[in-house]
């Protein structure tokens, strides 16, 4: 009886060194989550480069071209890298400064891989292939982890406070030949429902009764901007994330495309 005791101490023993080890292992995966990214950010980032202007040579009459947009972000070299980088977003005031890829065929590929294919929790900023690249559908979904170390999604979750939200209302996509820009209308936690495959947003009654629900939103940690009127020919930006672990929510952040530059 005693040498049972034993080995079912041992055997106990065993498993909760493992568990341990296990735990550790995924805390420092979380601790280290996103590191690529900052190193990727320094790698793709670009200076605006000033125009070359020869001395004493006299200005040649013609018409007035627009100033070229400035591309701060280096597309060659992450296509090089990943050819799946179509987009960069970059929210101001938040930690959100990544590539948005896209698979062509396996939707849930970049839910646990990084921009290099390498399986990782932190995954990548990602959308789904029932959303074009160009950002012409009525809603863009784009996906990220809720990463407790900061990184990722982690803190769109700032605009739960209202000061927050009044105060960081922008977001950028930049794409290698123009930038757009969003104005963030509503932040709140909605239920788990595939946006994308649950709502025809193609029909615009609809695509305006989805609009009119979300305006209405009553919830307490909900921060939604009554002021701005949206209607079916604007363009939409859902960036989604998970709240605070609970499998059946999601925390969504939405915004209204207001200007393409060029």
């Avoid at 990214?37 to 020869?54: K, M, S």
């Avoid at 025809?200 to 009119?212: G, H, N």
Wanted: glycine share 6%; hydrophobic share 35%; net charge negative.
């Amino acid at each position: 009886m005693k040498k049972q005791r034993y080995l079912l101490g041992g055997i106990l023993i065993l498993l909760a060194l493992v568990c341990g080890g296990v735990g550790i292992r995924h805390l420092l995966k979380e601790r280290n989550a996103g590191q690529e990214y900052e190193e990727l950010r320094e790698a793709v980032a670009e200076e605006p480069q000033p125009e070359e202007v020869t001395a004493n040579e006299p200005a040649e009459e013609t018409e007035e071209e627009p100033p070229k947009v400035e591309i701060p972000i280096d597309f060659e070299a992450l296509k090089e890298q990943n050819k799946d980088v179509y987009a960069w977003i970059r929210i101001p005031g938040t930690n959100v400064d990544y590539p948005i890829l896209q698979h062509e065929e396996d939707n849930g590929y970049y839910l646990n891989h990084t921009i290099d294919g390498v399986e990782a929790l932190e995954g990548s900023i990602y959308t789904e292939n029932y959303n074009t690249k160009y950002f012409d559908d009525p809603n863009t979904v784009i996906y990220g982890h809720n990463m407790k170390n900061g990184s990722m999604f982690r803190t769109l979750h700032n605009y739960e406070d209202k000061t927050f939200f009044d105060e960081n209302r922008v977001i950028y996509i930049y794409q290698p030949d123009r930038i757009l820009e969003y104005r963030i209308f509503a932040a709140y936690v909605y239920d788990n429902r595939h946006l994308l495959l649950n709502f025809d947003l193609e029909d615009p009654d609809m695509f305006q009764r989805y609009l009119d629900d979300v305006f209405n939103i009553r919830a307490a940690n909900a921060h939604i901007d009554s002021s701005m009127e949206l209607g079916t020919d604007d363009r939409i930006l859902t960036l989604s994330t998970c709240n605070a672990g609970i499998e059946t929510q999601r925390y969504l952040v939405q915004a209204v495309l207001i200007s393409i530059s060029p």
